[in-house]
């Protein structure tokens, strides 16, 4: 069983920016294969970037170029960092890891 919580969601202007942090807990031996994910206002939930099994990051072609997904091993934890920040990246922000999700944060993005 794997613990997730997110943190670091919040009200922003478009072009400016956020962190997602996401911490994982439970039996642990690499954090290949986490990701993020968002939902938007009456949308499905969509992968934005994860890590694959080999250690390579893999971006949604909508947020190549302005999020960038980085981790930290020894926390077990990976974080977003979203620049450029558009009305259309407003959504409910996942963590997801072997089956399990975190609870969420909300990003707004408006003027």
């Known amino acids: 069983q794997v613990q997730l919580v997110e943190s670091g969601g919040g009200l922003v202007q478009p072009g400016g920016s956020l962190r997602l942090s996401c911490a994982a807990s439970?039996?642990?031996?690499?954090?290949?294969?986490m990701g993020w994910y968002r939902q938007g206002p009456r949308k499905e939930r969509e992968l934005v970037a994860f890590?694959?099994?080999?250690?390579?990051?893999v971006y949604a072609d909508s947020v190549k170029g302005r999020f960038t997904l980085s981790r930290d091993n020894a926390k077990n934890t990976v974080y977003l960092q979203m620049n450029s920040l558009k009305p259309e990246d407003t959504a409910v922000y996942y963590c997801?890891?072997?089956?399990?999700w975190g609870q969420g944060t909300q990003v707004t993005v408006s003027s």
């Open positions: 890590i694959t099994v080999d250690s390579r990051t």
């Open positions: 439970g039996s642990i031996s690499s954090i290949n294969g």
């Open positions: 997801g890891f072997r089956g399990s």
